[in-house]
C-alpha cells in the first residue's frame, strides 16, 4: 500500500505519522514566516496551522515495516501488508 501526500511548506520534523489496527494518522504543522512589516496579503495560496488526516486502511499492515520519506514538499508512505493476509502458495499433496 501507499501514501503519497503533498506538503509544500511544510518541514519533517513538523510531521507525525501514527499507525494504529486499520488507521493511518497523518499530523503535522504548517508554519509560514512572519509577515514583514506593513504587509497586506489579499490572498495567500497556503494556509498555516495544524493538520490532521484520517486514513482508514483497507488492508492489515506490518507497523513495523512502514517507511516515509519526504522529499521536496512530497512525503510518501510505504506500508507493507501484514503476512497473514499475503497470498501464498499451497502445494498439492498427492493421495496415495
Known amino acids: 500500500m501507499f501514501i503519497r501526500a503533498e506538503l509544500p511548506g511544510v518541514k519533517?520534523?513538523?510531521?507525525e505519522i501514527s499507525v494504529e489496527?486499520?488507521?493511518l494518522t497523518l499530523r503535522g504543522e504548517r508554519k509560514l514566516p512572519g509577515a514583514a512589516t506593513g504587509?497586506?496579503?489579499h490572498r495567500r495560496e497556503?494556509?498555516?496551522?495544524r493538520f490532521r488526516r484520517v486514513i482508514s486502511l483497507n488492508a492489515k499492515i506490518n507497523p513495523n515495516a512502514v517507511e516515509a520519506h519526504?522529499?521536496?514538499g512530497v512525503l510518501e508512505i510505504v506500508l507493507p501488508k501484514a503476512d497473514e493476509v499475503k497470498p501464498r502458495q499451497i502445494a498439492v499433496k498427492t493421495a496415495d
Open 21 to 23: 489496527g486499520d488507521t
Open 70 to 72: 519526504f522529499k521536496h
Open 39 to 41: 504587509v497586506s496579503y
Open 12 to 15: 519533517p520534523d513538523d510531521i
Open 46 to 49: 497556503r494556509e498555516a496551522g
